[in-house]
């Protein structure tokens, strides 16, 4: 049994108007194949009640979150890293993510009714692109600044190299974890 502090939610128990598109779970990633068996996202529940609190934020502004990714384990990150062994796009699972430790969000942003709103580039774009600044339209660069502001406002923190990354501030002490998504399953 985990301890309590390695308890990990389904984050669509906490917003459930948010729109999966979980890219892992398909061939669509940097690796070529389906990574985890289905589309869900996961966080610690202190994560989940942060992510809850900018999804709150954005629904009063007629957006909805987009959620890409959450917790990945440990084995997935390896799986990512021989892909990509760029620690600029991928962390070293030597190190572990802070995705490995279930306090790293990968969202973006829709509309009301789900559809797309103009963003920097796609989700897992490897280049210059994924900045949010300054090579972005001006919608795209404002879509990213409420984002951000919705997702700092709640205790997030985000990084300069992808617009869609958030890190809960108070989770990247937690142990990296590798439990399977299969014991998961909401």
Request: net charge positive; with cysteine.
């Given at each position: 049994m985990p301890r309590k502090s390695e308890e990990l939610v389904d984050a669509l128990s906490f917003v459930p108007d948010a729109v999966l598109d979980v890219r892992y779970a398909t061939a669509k990633n940097p690796a070529g194949r389906?990574?985890?068996?289905?589309?869900a996202v996961f966080l610690k529940e202190g994560t989940a009640r942060k992510l809850a609190a900018a999804a709150g934020a954005l629904r009063a502004r007629g957006l909805r979150l987009v959620l890409?990714?959450?917790?990945r384990p440990l084995s997935v990150q390896r799986a990512l890293w021989q892909a990509l062994p760029d620690p600029r796009f991928v962390a070293d699972p030597a190190r572990?993510?802070?995705?490995?430790?279930?306090?790293a969000v990968d969202a973006g942003l829709c509309g009301a009714v789900g559809r797309p709103v103009e963003l920097p580039s796609d989700f897992d774009d490897f280049?210059?692109?994924a900045e949010p600044w300054p090579h972005?339209?001006?919608a795209a660069r404002q879509n990213v600044s409420v984002l951000r502001g919705?997702?700092?406002?709640a205790g997030f923190s985000p990084i300069a190299s992808e617009w869609w990354?958030?890190?809960d501030r108070d989770g990247a002490a937690a142990p990296a974890l590798?439990?399977?998504?299969e014991s998961l399953r909401p």
């Open positions: 389906p990574l985890y068996p289905f589309a890409f990714d959450g917790y572990g993510s802070n995705h490995n430790r279930g306090c280049s210059r692109g972005a339209s001006p919705a997702m700092r406002a990354h958030f890190v590798d439990r399977p998504f």
